[in-house]
T-cell receptor
Framework: QKEVEQDPGPLSVPEGAIVSLNCTYS??????FMWYRQYSRKGPELLMY????GNKEDGRFTAQVDKSSKYISLFIRDSQPSDSATYLC??????????FGGGTRVLVKP | EAEVAQSPRYKITEKSQAVAFWCDPI?????LYWYRQILGQGPELLVQ????????DSQLPKDRFSAERLKGVDSTLKIQPAELGDSAMYLC???????????FGQGTRLTVV
């Protein structure tokens, strides 16, 4: 079993809908959590960075961390076709390496 | 806006040949990472540097891969000899220090033929 699990998708939504993404993990020591967006043949772009549990909002993006359930989420409001990409979650314990999920492919249809 | 620079963007090489990738992290970032990403999968760490020291190379195939960051700034990842299974995207990332967010470059897409 992988340390970080992420549904590969694809997740298809109509333009303007809310995109809901999530990751589960097994290592209770993880305390730094990140979400990246990756377009085809490009490097990952950092979207959100959170520490420990709680919510964080940045524009159309909201990240949630529930450490008790070992579950993190990313919500994208008012989705646009330009949001079509692969979304990667990543996390680490203090002083340890960054571990990625396999990514979820998202398609936002006009 | 500061960026992680990588070169080349694309590389095609024959198996058994040597290949090298270069990375220049964001200025002032002490931690540098090399990741390998196979199509359809998440990135996997090959090696992590703190300044010029290697802090994690547990997943680096040391019989053929080497990495250095001599002055604690830019870094080179080398493969010799390249194998067909090395075809992947090689990503460099940097962070201010180890537990901060990591910023990625655009990657080098390697094809071994």
């Amino acid at each position: 079993q992988k340390e970080v699990e992420q549904d590969p998708g694809p997740l298809s939504v109509p333009e303007g809908a809310i995109v809901s993404l999530n990751c589960t993990y097994s290592n209770s020591a993880f305390q730094y959590f990140m979400w990246y967006r990756q377009y085809s043949r490009k490097g990952p772009e950092l979207l959100m960075y959170t520490y420990s549990s709680g919510n964080k909002e940045d524009g159309r993006f909201t990240a949630q961390v529930d450490k008790s359930s070992k579950y993190i989420s990313l919500f994208i409001r008012d989705s646009q076709p330009s949001d079509s990409a692969t979304y990667l979650c990543a996390m680490r314990a203090a002083g340890n390496k960054l571990t990625f999920g396999g990514g979820t492919r998202v398609l936002v249809k006009p | 806006e500061a960026e992680v620079a990588q070169s080349p963007r694309y590389k095609i090489t024959e198996k058994s040949q040597a290949v090298a990738f270069w990375c220049d992290p964001i200025s002032g970032h002490a931690t540098l990472y090399w990741y390998r990403q196979i199509l359809g999968q998440g990135p996997e760490l090959l090696v992590q540097f703190q300044d010029e020291s290697v802090v994690d190379d547990s997943q680096l195939p040391k019989d053929r891969f080497s990495a250095e960051r001599l002055k604690g700034v830019d870094s080179t990842l080398k493969i010799q000899p390249a194998e067909l299974g090395d075809s992947a995207m090689y990503l460099c990332a940097s962070s201010l220090f180890q537990d901060r967010e990591a910023f990625f470059g655009q990657g080098t897409r390697l094809t071994v033929v």
